[in-house]
């Protein structure tokens, strides 16, 4: 089993930016893929990107492509998502996640996810 803590969360005015980390232990890192969600208040958890094992392959949900970038360091065993142009629906609780499948395409689900984090406030002011 995979632990996952993420961090670098807070308060930012829109327009700015966040780096959130995500730091894995229990595992080895680099055989697995990582994903980014969030879960806005009264909304369903939102697929927001991922990364394969060794970092070659991303995948982006429209809403943040050109926006987040997810990157890794296997070498530091941790994920990250840079968060550019923040907008006030950017507020949520963001999750990292770890998929141990070695499936070839990058999972969108979060069901498709074995680890999660506890989550990392991010709120975006007006």
């Known amino acids: 089993q995979v632990q996952l803590v993420e961090s670098g969360g807070g308060l930012v005015q829109a327009g700015g930016s966040l780096r959130l980390s995500c730091a894995a232990s229990?595992?080895?890192?680099?055989?697995?893929?990582m994903g980014w969600f969030r879960q806005a208040p009264g909304k369903e958890r939102e697929f927001l990107a991922a990364?394969?094992?060794?970092?070659?392959?991303?995948s982006y949900a429209d809403s943040v492509k050109g926006r987040f970038t997810i990157s890794r360091d296997n070498a530091k065993n941790t994920v990250y998502l840079q968060m550019n142009s923040l907008n006030p629906e950017d507020t949520a609780v963001y999750y990292c996640a770890a998929d141990y499948s070695r499936r070839v395409r990058l999972a969108t689900s979060s069901n498709s996810y074995d680890s999660w984090g506890q989550g990392t406030q991010v709120t975006v002011s007006s």
């Open positions: 990364l394969s094992a060794s970092g070659g392959r991303a």
């Open positions: 229990g595992r080895t890192f680099s055989s697995y893929s």
